[in-house]
Structures are given as structure tokens and as C-alpha cells.
């Protein structure tokens, strides 16, 4: 599976962007999409997940109500739509993919993903 992460720039607080990851390979094999996001001197935490399984959305807290993950099954693309962008949502943005079944509780994890995609900077204004 390959990873291409594209979208990211720079915005103003209250903006909006939206990243998109193109996956190609064994895409029909996923178990969970993912986004994580990096900032600097921080380590890389949890932003938004899709199972396929269920065909659920996770967030975490600091995104939720804010952020839409979503899938292109046809065009084999997984979005992150970011609306009302912070300055702490400054970081680079990484797409990840899980080839196994995903147990709930570790769709937050970064070990559970197998395959990343390059990350795609986000710096948000104040």
C-alpha cells in the first residue's frame, strides 16, 4: 500500500483546508484509515480514523465538531476536512493505513497502522 498526502498550507484562525491522502495497492484489504498529526517538539498523536468494518468515524476530542474524515472508495482517497483550524492545530499531517482487522480500542494507536504517507505541513495563523 502507498500513501500520497497532499493539501496542507498555511491559513488564517477560523479557516478552513482539507487534506486528502491517495492510497493505491491492496486498498480492498484496509482495516482503518487514519490520520495523525505531528507538531514540532511534540510526539505524533491521533486526529481522525475510519473502520471499515463498520464504516465508523473516530476523532479525537481536540478535533471533534471541528474535523470530517471521510473515503472515496471509488477514487480510493481518504479526506480530513478541518474547518474553524486553530493555531494549535499547527503540525504536519500524516495519512496512515491498517492492512488488519482493528480492534476498537486501538484504532488511537499509531502501532496499529501499518503504512504512512509522508505528511503534509498545516500552519495555522493566529
Given at each position: 500500500?502507498?500513501?500520497?498526502?497532499?493539501?496542507?498550507?498555511?491559513?488564517?484562525?477560523?479557516?478552513?483546508?482539507?487534506?486528502?491522502?491517495?492510497?493505491?495497492?491492496?486498498?480492498?484489504?484496509?482495516?482503518?484509515?487514519?490520520?495523525?498529526?505531528?507538531?514540532?517538539?511534540?510526539?505524533?498523536?491521533?486526529?481522525?480514523?475510519?473502520?471499515?468494518?463498520?464504516?465508523?468515524?473516530?476523532?479525537?476530542?481536540?478535533?471533534?465538531?471541528?474535523?470530517t474524515i471521510s473515503r472515496d472508495n471509488v477514487e480510493s482517497t481518504l479526506y480530513l476536512q478541518m474547518n474553524s483550524l486553530k493555531p494549535e492545530d499547527t503540525a504536519v499531517y500524516y495519512c496512515a493505513a491498517s492492512t488488519s482487522r482493528v480492534i476498537l480500542s486501538t484504532i488511537y494507536q499509531s502501532a496499529t497502522y501499518d503504512y504512512w504517507g509522508q505528511g503534509t505541513l498545516v500552519t495555522v495563523s493566529s
Open positions: 500500500v502507498q500513501l500520497q498526502a497532499s493539501g496542507g498550507g498555511l491559513v488564517q484562525a477560523g479557516g478552513s483546508l482539507r487534506l486528502s491522502c491517495a492510497a493505491s495497492g491492496r486498498t480492498f484489504s484496509l482495516g482503518a484509515l487514519g490520520w495523525f498529526r505531528q507538531a514540532p517538539g511534540k510526539e505524533r498523536e491521533f486526529v481522525a480514523a475510519h473502520r471499515t468494518s463498520t464504516n465508523y468515524n473516530y476523532y479525537a476530542n481536540s478535533v471533534k465538531g471541528r474535523f
